[in-house]
Structures are given as structure tokens and as C-alpha cells.
């Protein structure tokens, strides 16, 4: 993930990308953990999107400097005269930078002149930084050496987390072996997912774990939903529109037919979908668009969260008894 090539003579640049609660940032704390110690000067800013929103460029660039010199109390008048004490106390130092949450191009601008005066002249050799967004456009924008994209867990690594959380055992409970491959079924392999349903379903019986699932596939976990709608609520409005339809009806289905689709809708498919692409919110290669089926379950919950029982006044209907009650109930 993080050293390919000579890290030992070059600043090298690292981007972690992936959906809403996939585990980039704990990605990025493990990582941090381990290798923190084999730099002089460290730094881990684990939201910088709200210390931007609160704070602005100079709030960011106080706290990198904070940490990687180790004063609380360090002031700075303004942006320049941080640049400034970065060039004069940082250009010889192996420095570990880790920039969590950024969802903004603007808050990476800590220094003038943008990726070279920050790694090439702010910097020592050796030091890693690493970026961590949902936006994979922003870490291309940034001329990042690689990207790593964070997938979902295997089989094996989400039975492990869930039993876990629900167990507290690094073993599934026979009685439970149905409902657990239905729980993670559900989650597909998204470790946010299986965390909040498996300390959910701990110490509860067989027939609430069934319930719970009933429950769960109508009303889905709005905790989970709150951190996957983080992606979409930053879209614009056309891109939304995409994502709704994508999540609602195209999910696997082939590319040049959705294209298709959205074209006749009057949207623009070849840039909308590789936004789609860029926020984690879609996979595509050639021949198929793929979206996470909690995704799927994101897209529907927002088309459906104003009227939840009327379906007459939704966007979008996808299930046929829903069309079938607004058509005899003459509401269409």
C-alpha cells in the first residue's frame, strides 16, 4: 500500500479512497500505529473536511504544524507565515502527514504553489503522506503517487468481525448459523454495516434476531445510512438524480443500456457516472454498472423518507405492488 518505490530518497504521496464506512480510516489509524515510530515528525489529522468548515485553511495548517513539531501552542498570523515556519522546521525532517476526511479540493491548499512546495520543498526524504477521501477525483487532482481503494471484507474477515460484535467469540453459535449468513448477506462485506447489526443483535434470542431482520430490510439502520448518505448529499442535484435512478432500477445492469437511459432522461451518462465512479458510489468496467446493495438501500430510503406509506408521492417506484396500489388507488 504504501512504498512503491524508493520511499527511503522520495516524499511519496498515497491516496485511500472507498465507500462511506468501508474502513479507510481505520485503515489509515492501523497504518499510522505501525509505522509512526520510523519518522521524526508525525502527524494524524482525522477530520480535516470539519476543522476546514470551523477553522478554514489556516485552522488545517495549525494543526499539521502543531503535531509534526510537537507545540500546542504554536501561532501563526496567516497562511504565508505558516508556509514559511513549515520550510524553516520540516525541509530536513521525515515527517509521517496522514489527512483524514477530505472531501474538498481547496482544504489540501495549505501552501503555496500547491503538491510541489508542499512535498518537494516543505518535506524531508522519506516522509510518506497520506490522504484519505471519498472523492477519488481530489486525489488525482493532487498528483497522489498511488491510490488504494478499500474493498469489502472477504467471507472469512466479515464472519470474524461479526461474531464479534455479536458474540463476543471469534466463533458463530450454532443456533445462529441462518440468521448470520442472512445478516451478512445483507451487509455485503461493509464492515460499518456489520459493527452496528452485530453489537445490535449481542445477547438478543433467536426470535428477536429474525424480527430484527424483518425490520431491518424495511426500515433499514439509520445510523448506516447517516455516514453512506454523507457521498450523495455532496452530489449535485443532476448526479443525484443518477444515483436514484442507478440505485432504484440499474444496479448490474449493462453499461451502454444505462447509458442509454440516462441520455433519454436528459442527463449527461458519460461525465455523471464517472462522478459516480470517483465518489465510491458506483463500480463500472466495460460492460456493467455495479452499486453496493446498501447503496441501493441508500438511494430508495431517500426516494421514499418524506412519505414513507405513500407511495403516490415518490420520485421513483421500483417494486411492482407499490405501482400496482398507486394505479388502483387512481393517485398516479
Not at 520543498?121 to 488504494?148: E, F, M, P, T, W
Not at 430490510?217 to 443525484?240: A, G, N
Request: glycine content about 8%.
Amino acid at each position: 500500500l504504501i512504498c512503491p518505490g524508493p520511499v527511503n530518497d522520495d516524499v511519496r504521496v498515497v491516496g485511500i479512497t472507498g465507500m462511506g464506512g468501508i474502513g479507510k480510516s481505520t485503515l489509515g489509524r492501523a497504518l499510522y500505529e505501525r509505522i509512526s515510530h520510523q519518522f521524526n515528525s508525525r502527524c494524524y489529522i482525522d477530520d480535516v473536511s470539519k476543522l476546514y468548515q470551523g477553522y478554514g485553511t489556516l485552522g488545517v495548517q495549525k494543526e499539521l504544524l502543531s503535531q509534526s513539531l510537537n507545540e500546542k501552542n504554536l501561532k501563526i498570523c496567516n497562511v504565508s507565515n505558516g508556509t514559511l515556519l513549515v520550510w524553516e522546521r520540516l525541509s530536513n525532517a521525515k515527517a509521517l502527514i496522514i489527512l483524514d476526511n477530505v472531501d474538498q479540493d481547496k482544504q489540501l491548499d495549505m501552501f503555496t504553489g500547491g503538491r510541489n512546495d508542499l512535498l518537494g520543498k516543505c518535506l524531508g526524504k522519506g516522509s510518506i503522506v497520506i490522504i484519505i477521501s471519498r472523492d477519488q477525483q481530489i486525489l488525482k487532482a493532487h498528483g497522489v503517487d498511488v491510490i488504494y481503494r478499500v474493498e469489502p471484507l472477504n467471507d472469512n474477515d466479515a464472519l470474524g468481525l461479526f461474531c464479534k460484535k455479536a458474540f463476543k467469540n471469534n466463533y458463530m453459535m450454532s443456533d445462529f448459523k441462518k440468521l448470520t449468513s442472512d445478516v451478512l448477506s445483507h451487509c455485503q462485506g461493509h464492515p460499518l454495516a456489520i459493527e452496528v447489526l452485530g453489537s445490535s443483535l449481542f445477547g438478543k434470542d433467536v426470535s428477536h434476531w429474525g424480527s430484527a431482520l424483518v425490520s431491518l430490510r424495511e426500515k433499514k439502520s439509520k445510523s448506516i445510512m447517516d455516514v453512506l448518505r454523507i457521498s450523495f448529499d455532496q452530489l449535485e442535484d443532476t448526479h443525484k438524480e443518477i444515483f436514484l435512478d442507478i440505485a432504484c432500477f440499474f444496479n448490474n445492469d449493462m453499461v451502454e443500456y444505462v447509458k442509454e437511459v440516462l441520455d433519454f432522461r436528459g442527463f449527461n451518462p458519460e461525465s455523471g457516472l464517472l462522478v459516480l465512479v470517483d465518489k465510491s458510489l458506483i463500480t463500472m468496467d466495460s460492460r456493467v454498472i455495479r452499486m453496493h446493495d446498501l447503496l441501493c438501500d441508500l438511494g430508495k430510503y431517500i426516494v421514499r423518507e418524506k412519505s414513507p406509506r405513500k407511495p403516490w408521492k415518490w420520485s421513483r417506484l421500483w417494486d411492482v405492488k407499490d405501482f400496482l396500489k398507486v394505479k388502483s388507488d387512481n393517485k398516479g
